[in-house]
């Protein structure tokens, strides 16, 4: 069955919502699919210990502030949860949920758009899936012949799913101070971190809200034909968040260079030091969910989408929100994303009326 509909929103985390309020304002018809079966986004997949850089106040969707989380500056990813379900039911947001879109295409004045349910009629459509369901693993020498464990970020959970194992956790970034701390402050496992150039933590006193001001700043310069700022990049790689911090000014995290080679039972590096290691967890980032697009024939050199803020530059009908820098200055944040989610729903009322 093919259901006719103003607007189809693919994805229903925080991008998704932001989408479907400002679609709301607008006084489109609209439908959200999301392939999750309940609300929370990614975020229902975070590990336990995770919190946000930034306080509950700088951390909203348009329109409805996030509550305070009694007990925490930074709210865990538990809370974000609550908060995203309860925006959802507040807005009435169409949401449906457990339905997965396989295919976006053209016909003829409309988009097609599949899914395992069924399919819709849309005179333009939203992408907001994220990057969280397409981990990236590098092509390390060694990949294929260790015989431990190989997880990635989206695996982890707790520490105490590696009592008395030898971890090492690769990656530079946020994901992988973070997890590599979690498991240091912990002190059951054997922690190796290693990092492909020595991380770079930004200021201890920097979180959310002045990277969200960085990285605004840095569009509004590129917008207005100014010197490239270089934004929340930098300053540096790493939000220095108290656990963060704890482990580093303690000691136990502390970063060794990025090994050359996984062996049968471990790692080398090109000095010839060897490691035994169980465990390998990958923090080495993710690439945009985008294969519902492929038969759109948009992605260009590094399979990116071209894009004039969130409307693709070779499918006018199509607009895509959250994916980081690229649709909007720190659109893949839960206070970034409803500047460029207002803008592609007004847009896109342009083109429907």
């Not at 540096?236 to 580093?248: H, T, Y």
């Not at 690439?287 to 519902?292: Q, T």
């Not at 024939?297 to 009908?317: C, K, N, Y």
Request: include cysteine; charge should be positive.
């Amino acid at each position: 069955m093919t259901r006719r509909t103003g607007v189809v929103v693919v994805g229903g985390g925080q991008a998704g919502l932001a989408a479907g309020y400002h679609l709301r304002r607008q006084g489109l018809d609209f439908t959200i699919l999301d392939a999750g079966p309940a609300p929370g986004g990614a975020w229902q997949h975070m590990w336990d210990s995770l919190h946000l850089f930034s306080p509950a106040d700088h951390s909203s969707l348009p329109g409805r502030l996030m509550p305070v989380q009694p007990g925490e500056t930074y709210p865990d990813a538990a809370h974000v949860v609550d908060y995203l379900a309860d925006y959802e039911k507040r807005y009435d947001l169409p949401v449906q949920h457990g339905t997965r879109v396989d295919a976006v295409r053209r016909d003829g004045d409309r988009l097609l758009v599949d899914a395992d349910s069924g399919s819709w009629r849309a005179g333009a459509v939203i992408s907001a899936t994220g990057t969280w369901s397409r981990p990236f693993l590098p092509a390390v020498p060694g990949r294929g012949v260790f015989t431990g464990r190989q997880l990635h970020t989206v695996d982890y959970r707790r520490p105490a799913d590696f009592s008395g194992q030898r971890v090492v956790v690769v990656g530079g970034g946020n994901s992988g101070a973070q997890i590599a701390a979690d498991l240091a402050l912990d002190g059951n496992a054997e922690v190796t971190w290693v990092t492909p150039r020595p991380p770079r933590f930004l200021a201890d006193d920097i979180d959310g809200r002045a990277l969200f001001g960085v990285a605004t700043a840095r569009r509004r310069a590129l917008d207005a034909g100014r010197t490239d700022t270089g934004g929340v990049a930098s300053l540096g790689d790493i939000v220095a968040v108290p656990p963060v911090r704890a482990a580093r000014d303690a000691g136990p995290l502390t970063a060794q260079p990025m090994f050359s080679r996984l062996t049968a039972t471990g790692v080398r590096w090109d000095d010839g030091r060897q490691a035994g290691v169980d465990t390998v967890i990958w923090c080495t980032g993710f690439r945009p969910a985008l294969a519902h697009l492929a038969p759109l024939e948009l992605r260009g050199p590094g399979g990116r989408i071209a894009t004039e803020g969130t409307r693709s530059l070779g499918e006018p009908r199509l607009h895509l929100l959250g994916y980081g820098d690229w649709t909007g200055p720190a659109s893949a944040t839960l206070i970034g994303v409803g500047r460029p989610a207002r803008d592609a729903a007004r847009q896109i009322a342009a083109l429907l009326r």
